[in-house]
Nanobody, 124 residues
């Protein structure tokens, strides 16, 4: 079992930045691929970014490429999402997730564990 707790969400103006954190507890965090997803009101949960267990492979949705950066610190059992140049369309609940297989990283159905989410609101 892996427990995931997100933090760092909040209200920010367009063009601003936020850094989300996801703290993991439980077994073998460093062996999981970690992902970030988001869900806006009335929309499906969508892939944002993912990072391999060693941190040497990074994956991004086209909508956030060049603005968001995913990273991880396995010694701290934490994965981060640095979000810059935020836009109102980035407003959503952001979830981190853990995947033990690391194959289809953009598909939410393959992830084994999920956090409760943290709200990000970007005002125009």
């Amino acid at each position: 079992q892996v427990q995931l707790v997100e933090s760092g969400g909040g209200l920010v103006q367009a063009g601003g930045s936020l850094r989300l954190s996801c703290a993991a507890s439980g077994r073998a965090f460093s062996t999981y691929l970690m992902g970030w997803f988001r869900q806006a009101p009335g929309k499906e949960r969508e892939f944002v970014a993912a990072i391999s267990w060693r941190g040497n492979s990074l994956y991004y949705a086209d909508s956030v490429k060049g603005r968001f950066t995913i990273s991880r610190d396995n010694a701290k059992n934490t994965v981060y999402l640095q979000m810059n140049s935020l836009k109102p369309e980035d407003t959503a609940i952001y979830y981190c997730a853990a995947d033990s297989r690391g194959i289809q990283v953009t598909m939410r159905g393959v992830y084994d564990y999920w956090g409760q989410g943290t709200q990000v609101t970007v005002s125009s």
